[in-house]
């Protein structure tokens, strides 16, 4: 929740996504980023909404990890 | 809220929408998918997030359903 | 979640209402709506809270929506 | 919600299921209680939670409802 | 959430009270419903939303108990 | 959230109103709140539950406020 | 919420039950526990997730309460 | 919710407790108010925010209430 | 909440914004729909999700808005 | 919801205070920082959980915001 | 949230479960999972409800994770 | 959500923290406690609120947990 001033002037738009990993909601969260950031440059934070995965035979086969992120429009 | 294993590695982007009908819920939700189908193609599931409605002399003029729309971003 | 301008002026009082149908979610928002319009003349608009219903042997029997209904003081 | 005095002294147990149709809520939240039936036999009622459902090629190809189903411990 | 059959044809309206008990949860919510019946007669139900209450001087002065009754449209 | 000991017998009624207003946020309360004044003289309180508004042109054009309003049904 | 770590190693299955009773909130909690204990031996906590009732000619007739109950897997 | 008018001028400063009982929820509620009141004075109001409790042999062993308590920083 | 007939027929897209101001609420949310107005020409409503701000030397410094800015999709 | 990257190491403690005002919700915030700063002096940010106020006479005589306040606990 | 078309005919039946562990959040899903998978052999997907845990000197001693798990009824 | 009887008798006071890591959330939720540590002994269990973070050059800079502490008062 905290903010900082030195951003206090930006307006962000927030995005939806939905990321997954086979090793761990970390790392579900950072594919979502990362595939984001090859059409979106300015994101600055996210917030995990849900957290989810597949099951198969018993083990838990990956995380899915729904987050909101925001950036910037002045970019 | 069920998952396959098959769609595992996608990152999906969610777009909300609103659609209306003065049908039924189920023909609201198809006209925002099928307006939003214009400009988006690889649209895979949608929740309900929210269901309303007009009302004029005392009867349902129409629905208005709010769909949270999930669609991989590898197309 | 949608509001038009023209209709911007209005004092709105919110009523909340459980209609029930044995045919559809649909009927039972319209039977809610239609009982209301007996004492209350202005209702515009309408929101679904819960959808509930019974089982009678395996079958659903009936069901139940609660509803938010607005209406205009004005009247 | 409401309830009738006839039925005060039960137990209730809350089961969750989801049920999916092609055609439409209703026969989704239909079909999971149709399902249960085979072994639960004294269920009273059900409370929608979710509902949600899969999209190919811009249509809406079946409707996915979340239940909370509640049953009798007497049977 | 139980529901019986028998009741199942009734619309209802829903009426918000705040209720108040310096002895109990429970008398703060039949002090509500006491008040409430002067004017309205066919309640049937109610959902506890908020309970809430005063201190003074360290000790629990009064309940104050937020209730959504429910009551037949017919009568 | 406060309450104070000099009001706690008294059963309140809650209603659920929305006001709007070009203004401010602050102006559509009072709105909302004048207009129920009319027919209801002891509101004690509120709680503003919804945050709304129109857009035209690029500009808010007005907010509109949904309230919980208390009043004591001694009066 | 608090938990103590003599029972950390544990993995709990949770129940939604609903009890009801005549004469206060806590029975009714107590009366679905024990019903429940004739099938489910290791009950260790519950939470309130409802407090709901009838309501018969101006009086409260009984309670609901919805309750979530974990037991351990290990017996 | 309700708030009198006398009190206005405060700010409160809230607190979370979570008090105990083998009684009854009232007395846990008290429980959490007397312990607190050894160091903090000027507790005005409270909140149940959860209701939960711990299960021996098929009975309820005790109950415990999360509280907010709200009391006035001018003390 | 209130919708009006004369829009019935839109599909609306809902975009998610965060919106700033020093000044005020109000100019926060105006902020927002602004920025957005560069890229978006429809937007018809909005809804307050969040409200935060900045402090600095014990003085709100600036406050931050989150919206739900819902447009029509036929422009 | 934004934070930036300069303010990443810190913990912070969060606080809960109800602050008011007869003119407006923003002030009703600022009586809350102000009045909170005598002894807490690194406060950071701040997020509205609740807008309340009284009524006196049909009128809005004050308004009462509940924040949650962030301050570091470095200082 | 994602579903995929090939598991469209299933009805879900949703088990509740509480796992924990000393080393992460991912190895107290796991832990739950496999425990479950004893009895329960078709589970195909898990929603994380509650992240929780215990606090021994100042350390995290391990983590409990509330999950929904739904598997299939059809084996 | 469990609870042991052991420490039935206990009141519990909630902290709400934030605290950030670069590695992991387990780490931001371990960072939280330690710095609390300093001051408070007797903490015992956490609850998880909200899992957020900051993302610089489409990479996961750090997370940030909100966390509940529960410690007893009797220490």
């Known amino acids: ?4 001033a030195g951003m206090k002037d930006h307006v962000y738009k927030i995005l939806d996504l939905v990321g997954s990993s086979e090793k761990s ?4 969260i ?6 984001a950031s090859k059409t979106i440059r300015e994101m ?5 909404v849900q957290t989810r995965g597949h099951i198969e035979n ?3 086969r990956h995380y899915q990890v729904t987050l909101r992120v925001g950036f910037t429009l002045e970019e």
């Open 1 to 4: 929740m905290p903010d900082t």
């Open 25 to 28: 909601i970390e790392d579900a």
């Open 30 to 35: 950072q594919n979502a980023v990362t595939r």
């Open 44 to 48: 600055k934070w996210f917030e995990v």
């Open 58 to 60: 018993g083990s838990v």
